[in-house]
């Protein structure tokens, strides 16, 4: 795998991630999902330039590489070597670390990225696990979220919140870029019922140890 990755080792990112092995599996996931979800492809060409599609006819081979991936054909290497193309792993800023909490049968450790699409890339939602899609400020889908218009679940608002009162996407890169992501504490928020209402508590929250 590491002979399309462009950054970091997977050594390398499993010790900032504090773990034995397989940290670069989630920076590899993350670029994965942003092209099978979102159609954006984060990655270098053979001469270190960023990719974006040359043309109408260049584009749908992507889309069509895109819908052999969301129908389950394990391609993107190939796809990679085909193409001569390295996954811009360096391109990325971690930015957050939940789990799903223990009331939930299917339960996920998920790592966050930010990343700066590229110009020339349109993002459109595969109309499976995502079915809408639309480019918004945060500041104004947290706005909408808190006037009942935009529906939000707790990571994603959280993560819209550490994203904001930044002037541009490079300095709010570049910001992330710069934090060690050592730091980055693991969220797994804790439900539980109380005086018959289901209460949500997070790390640091009055309350969150003792349940």
């Not at 050594?11 to 034995?20: C, K, R, Y």
């Not at 979102?38 to 590489?65: C, M, N, Q, T, W």
């Not at 930015?95 to 349109?122: C, D, M, N």
């Amino acid at each position: 795998m590491e002979s399309i990755i462009t950054g970091a080792s997977d050594a390398e990112l499993s010790e900032t991630l504090g773990i034995d092995r397989g940290g670069l599996a989630y920076w590899v996931a993350c670029i994965r999902e942003c092209f099978e979800e979102a159609g954006i492809l984060i990655a270098y060409r053979s001469d270190g330039s960023p990719f974006d599609p040359s043309d109408s006819k260049e584009r749908e081979k992507f889309v069509d590489y895109r819908n052999r991936l969301n129908s389950g054909e394990s391609i993107l290497e190939k796809m990679c070597h085909m193409e001569s193309l390295t996954l811009a792993t360096d391109r990325l800023a971690y930015l957050a670390h939940w789990i799903t909490p223990k009331i939930e049968k299917r339960r996920y450790t998920t790592r966050f990225f930010v990343a700066i699409a590229p110009s020339g890339q349109e993002g459109f939602h595969d109309g499976s696990e995502s079915v809408n899609s639309l480019w918004i400020k945060p500041e104004e889908a947290l706005k909408q979220q808190e006037e009942g218009k935009l529906l939000l679940i707790m990571p994603t608002i959280k993560n819209l919140q550490s994203i904001c009162g930044y002037s541009n996407v490079e300095e709010l890169l570049n910001d992330k870029c710069s934090i060690d992501p050592s730091t980055i504490p693991t969220i797994e928020p804790k439900f539980f019922m109380e005086d018959g209402k289901m209460v949500g508590l997070l790390p640091g929250e009055e309350g969150y140890e003792d349940h």
